[in-house]
């Protein structure tokens, strides 16, 4: 007993570790009051456990020396009935189930005793001379007793109850009544079957019906929650079914070690063919449920009353029955133990094997979220978006292009300079920007709007880039994160203000280099002015210098001005226009230039904040694999203790049931 305290002293220690989730520890607390209850509990538990008229009714019936259950070929149990010795006489009790037609019925009766909360059955008495009562009880334990006229009405019992048996057989077996109660228990006369026994029979387990799966649950239930051991019958003119192992596989494989097994009715197997029987259930039993050395008895308890030899043999098989039992409670409880530690080992080895799960997926995440990967995806997009970029380039403008602008110049000079009557109005025209110099400007519009239909095909590209590597980066983000923040701004991460931010759920357009003008330049104003500065500044200035001296001479005339003027005009303007296109050209270049190197700025930014990122976080897996690691390292060395207390819990077990086994025989 003191090794047993020690083992549960160090069970309530570890089931508050954080070892184990509060779901975990609230599971394992109910398991240990259960074992707490059961090892205080006065009585040990003893399922009867068997197929339809195995003879479970008929052994317990022999084992209280009273005929008290019904033995027919049809009769079969329906609702577990415990038996125990009590107090005085025999005494049956049956506990309604708690329905509103009791309610009702002991309603008027609440105003004197107060509220009933339980209602049960309860009958004694011998033969002819019993008696029974519906009994409603109250908190505090008052009771009323109706009569056994409205007992019988109430419970629709049948008029042929005669006897205390009777009564039994009718609340246990017949169906309609069955279904009121909740439990059945008989309290035996002093010395009828032992102190501190309780014997349960249970429903046969027979599959078919839906009455008989109700059996087997009920059964089941008692197995699961209930009993301590179990005596385990098979008969012997059919000892052993597949549906019976499968139900004991299922239901009772834990009790099995711990259990007394019964073959029955031997009585119809004639004496040689018995040990034959005997030697194979206990090879099924061993192959089926690895049973080491599996303890067969055998008897015919419906025979022992008759039969000098079945009444010997029969009081042996009680013998040991008792002895067995009344020793094992100890061996039952350690039993209990052990599945608790087993059951702490398995949800220990599961979350240890999840943490090292945990710990391989968070490096796999990070070596394939790294910084160099994230790089060689981004550098496949600059490629990309400088070919693109770079395709855009206008080469200059070829010869007959150029020619093709002159001719328009020139045409539209001596268009305007031939409408002009007078000297004076021919020099104001020769004089203003809007003279020569505006129909250059005119016809080399298309090489303006050339320049900046690019400007607009390179804003876009630039976005379209932009957008497709801020794509990238979050996503590369979002499996390294896995999931948590797929598609959230970097900078949440880096900066805790912005994390308040409302972040587009759809592709998030990170602008990283600064806003750019909003708005452009009109081209054709700035070209102008760039054209002007050329005229001036080039080889045209002596020309229009030379023409304004010229118009100041009295002795030309009108005529000869204009065709000196388009002369020289139309000798300059090849120059001008390749002066004019190279400038333009270059402009292109810049321009081009320009959105390559944003391109390259905006991968930098990304990859330098992902780098940050990544930094971080793999920073927090270094700290939190190291916590990890340690978990790991505790969470073993307490497997590696629960493990030592098992198997010590096993070897004692192992030695309890080789001195039961001992003393049975």
């Known amino acids: ?384 978006a400088l070919a693109e970029i770079e395709a855009c380039r206008i080469p200059l403008p070829s010869r007959q292009e150029q020619e093709g602008i002159c001719r328009c110049a020139y045409e539209k000079a001596k268009e305007q300079m031939d409408a002009i009557t007078t000297r004076s109005e021919l020099r104001q025209y020769l004089q203003k920007e809007e003279g020569l110099l505006g129909t250059v400007v005119s016809a080399a519009r298309p090489l303006a709007d050339q320049a900046q239909k690019l400007q607009k095909k390179l804003d876009a590209l630039e976005k379209k880039w932009e957008k497709e590597i801020g794509k990238k980066t979050a996503f590369y983000y979002g499996r390294l994160t896995e999931g948590r923040a797929a598609l959230e701004n970097i900078n949440a991460r880096l900066s805790p203000d912005s994390a308040t931010r409302e972040i587009d759920a759809g592709l998030q357009h990170i602008r990283i280099m600064g806003q750019k003008e909003e708005s452009r330049t009109d081209w054709a104003t700035m070209l102008t002015g760039r054209g002007v500065g050329i005229l001036l500044g080039g080889p045209a200035l002596w020309v229009i210098g030379g023409m304004v001296g010229l118009i100041g001479g009295d002795w030309l005339m009108v005529g000869k001005m204009r065709q000196k003027a388009l002369e020289e005009f139309a000798r300059e303007l090849p120059a001008l226009m390749d002066n004019y296109s190279r400038e333009i050209w270059m402009l292109e270049g810049r321009m081009i230039k320009e959105s390559k190197d944003h391109i390259l700025a905006v991968k930098e930014e990304y990859q330098s904040r992902y780098q940050a990122v990544y930094e971080k976080l793999r920073q927090e897996f270094e700290e939190e694999k190291k916590n990890l690691e340690d978990r790991i390292r505790r969470t073993e060395r307490l497997i590696h203790e629960i493990e030592t207390r098992r198997a010590q819990l096993k070897q004692q077990s192992i030695s309890r049931k080789d001195q039961r086994a001992n003393a049975s025989v």
């Open 1 to 384: 007993m003191k090794h047993m305290e020690e083992q549960i002293s160090f069970l309530k220690k570890i089931i508050v570790r954080d070892d184990f989730s509060l779901e975990q520890q609230e599971k394992y607390r109910t398991q240990m009051e259960v074992i707490l209850k059961r090892k205080n509990q006065k009585n040990l538990q003893i399922a009867i456990v068997g197929e339809f008229s195995s003879g479970k009714s008929t052994l317990i019936n022999a084992m209280i020396g009273k005929n008290l259950l019904k033995t027919a070929f049809m009769a079969t149990t329906a609702i577990p009935t415990r038996l125990r010795e009590g107090p005085g006489q025999l005494t049956v009790r049956g506990t309604l189930r708690q329905e509103k037609t009791w309610k009702e019925l002991f309603r008027k009766y609440e105003k004197k005793t107060g509220k009933f909360t339980v209602y049960r059955l309860e009958a004694g008495g011998t033969g002819r001379n019993f008696w029974m009562n519906l009994v409603g009880i109250t908190e505090k334990g008052g009771k009323k007793l109706l009569t056994e006229t409205l007992t019988r009405r109430c419970l629709k019992l049948s008029g042929e109850i005669q006897t205390l048996e009777d009564l039994l057989a009718e609340i246990t077996t017949r169906e309609e009544v069955v279904c009121l109660f909740e439990q059945v228990e008989v309290l035996l006369e002093s010395g009828s079957l032992g102190e501190q026994l309780e014997i349960i029979d249970t429903p046969g387990t027979n599959p078919g019906s839906e009455s008989a799966r109700e059996h087997s649950r009920r059964t089941q239930e008692v197995l699961m929650k209930e009993a301590d051991t179990a005596v385990i019958l098979f008969p012997a003119d059919r000892v052993y079914t597949a549906s019976f192992e499968q139900f004991l596989r299922e239901n009772a494989s834990r009790l099995l070690e711990n259990s007394l097994l019964l073959v029955t009715m031997m009585d119809r197997v004639p004496p040689e063919e018995r040990q034959e029987i005997l030697d194979y259930t206990e090879e099924k039993l061993k192959e089926r449920f690895h049973l080491k050395d599996p303890k067969i008895l055998f008897c015919a308890a419906g025979r022992a009353k008759k039969d000098p030899y079945w009444r010997e043999n029969f009081q042996q098989v009680k013998r040991s029955f008792l002895t067995y039992m009344k020793s094992g409670r100890i061996t039952f409880i350690r039993q209990h133990l052990m599945e608790l530690l087993e059951q702490m080992m398995d949800d220990l080895n599961g979350e240890l094997e999840e943490k090292k799960r945990s710990l391989t997926r968070e490096y796999e995440l990070l070596w394939d979220n790294s910084v160099p990967a994230l790089t060689g995806v981004l550098g496949g997009l600059e490629k990309q």
